[in-house]
């Protein structure tokens, strides 16, 4: 391993150890970088850590890799891995396959035309379970996104803030198996409203 590809392991190991042990954001913009690293190796190995994480490295399955992925905010660490470098210090040779929507994704992934995919938090475990598509195994190897759905108005219902006020309206959502949709059922069910039938959700691909 170069030394650069070692420094980028080492940078992973600390980035994912201070995130479990800490927690806090709060925590940790009021502490400087060294600062918390030096508190959290205080009770938490990260030296072995590290070294584990370099030892774990073995062949690689494969050389080219081809990733799924929709264009999307959260599709950016996929794309800036290849200029930043970062596919390369690991000996792969990625290549983007864009998508118009989750559904390709999905079938692509599934067919097998792409080795790895960009996708919504609750498909992996969809496909697992048959639902939507035939049964398929997946594991999940990363997060890439932390939340930051939102509900988004027309401005003609600016004013209806209220959900119990949304009765037949019209809601669209990406996917069928994405968190935008669970949380927007969830949402409206707490406020006294049927999703599947005081409402029409509708599945619109992201732009």
Known sequence: M??????????????????????SRGMLHGLGGSSLLDA??????????????????G???????KIGFVPIACATPLLLAEPMGFYALQGLRAVLVKTPGW??????AVGGQCHASHMPAPM??????GLGSHRESMRV???????????????????RRDPGQWRGMKLAVPFEYSMHNLLLRYYL????????????????PPA
Not at 59 to 65: C, M, P, S
Not at 124 to 129: N, R, T
Not at 190 to 204: A, F, K, Q, S
């Open 124 to 129: 992996p475990l969809a496909l697992s379970l």
């Open 59 to 65: 062949t690689l399955e494969r050389k080219e890799l």
């Open 141 to 159: 190897m990363s997060l890439q996104g932390g939340n930051g759905q939102a509900i988004t108005l027309h401005l003609k219902h600016r004013e």
């Open 40 to 57: 959290v190796g205080a009770f938490f190995p990260l030296t072995t850590a590290k070294v584990l994480a370099h030892e774990a490295r």
């Open 103 to 108: 559904g390709l994704v999905r079938d692509l």
């Open 2 to 23: 170069t030394g650069a590809a070692e420094r980028f392991v080492d940078r992973i190991v600390e980035a994912a150890v201070t995130r479990a042990v800490v927690g």
């Open 189 to 204: 069910a707490e406020h006294g409203l049927d999703p599947d039938r005081d409402v029409e959700i509708r599945i619109i």
